[in-house]
């Protein structure tokens, strides 16, 4: 019921910035939180970012101080601004959407972003 679409993705050298936008069409209930997971082959996919729908973030150790998510509710879209992108940050990231009530959660097509050093 609900799409995500997204966009953003790239190459990028150690140091640089990339943002990354997804937009979610469809049934968006109001009780929802939009974020990124990333995944490497050979790992476990991991949460990235987390917004809800009345702004309270969460992040992971890893990229705090350097990425910050947003979202635009009249478009139902979220951002991730990534900033000083390190090699470990390379991955396959995935654009997420729970609804909590009714609970539900949906994935985007994943968008790559590879950092060199």
């Known amino acids: 019921q609900v799409q995500l679409v997204e966009s953003g993705g790239g190459l990028v050298q150690a140091g640089g910035s990339l943002r990354l936008s997804c937009a979610a069409s469809?049934?968006?209930?109001?009780?929802?939180?939009m974020g990124w997971h990333r995944q490497v082959p050979g790992k476990q996919r991991e949460l990235v970012a987390a917004?809800?729908?009345?702004?309270?973030?969460n992040y992971a150790d890893s990229v705090k101080g350097r990425f910050t998510i947003s979202r635009d509710n009249s478009k139902n879209t979220v951002y991730l601004q990534m900033n000083s992108l390190k090699p470990e940050d390379t991955a396959a990231y995935y654009c997420?959407?729970?609804?909590?009530?009714?609970?539900?959660?949906?994935w985007g097509q994943g968008t790559q972003v590879t950092v060199s050093s």
């Open positions: 469809g049934s968006i209930f109001r009780l929802n939180v």
């Open positions: 917004i809800t729908n009345f702004g309270v973030t």
């Open positions: 997420t959407y729970r609804s909590l009530s009714p609970p539900g959660d949906y």
